[in-house]
């Protein structure tokens, strides 16, 4: 049996944070890559592949629930510019990866409802 990553521990700056279920993502930084064709004619071709360099960062989402204390958190680590640390781990250990020099991108909206939520995305290095 595998077990999906559904309940991943969240981590940023050392603390540990809470975040509304289902709403985690992550890219490893790994970026894109651009395809393209060649040919010498005669219906001969062959791919040409390159790395988008432009692309190679780290990307950690989740959103929160809109009580103060998780907007002054979303404060403090907007903040601390380049300067978060943000690690996923499972419950086993098995799974880890840590994003550093990781800052916020987006402008948060602060959804004030009792069901209210706000997205959190920050940008990274690569993680390892």
Request: glycine share 8%; proline share 2%.
């Amino acid at each position: 049996m595998v077990n999906a990553l559904a309940d991943v521990y969240l981590t940023i700056n050392n603390l540990a944070t809470m975040y509304s279920p289902n709403s985690l993502s992550f890219n490893d930084g790994r970026g894109e890559r651009v395809v393209r064709t060649q040919t010498i004619g005669g219906g001969m071709s062959e791919i040409v592949v390159s790395d988008n360099i432009e692309t190679h960062y780290g990307k950690v989402k989740f959103q929160m629930r809109n009580d103060l204390e998780n907007i002054e958190k979303a404060l403090a680590w907007r903040d601390n510019g380049s300067g978060n640390v943000v690690v996923l781990t499972n419950r086993t250990g098995t799974f880890n990866l840590t994003f550093k020099q990781a800052i916020i991108v987006n402008n948060p909206d602060y959804e004030l409802s009792s069901e209210g939520n706000f997205e959190i995305e920050f940008h990274s290095s690569i993680p390892v």
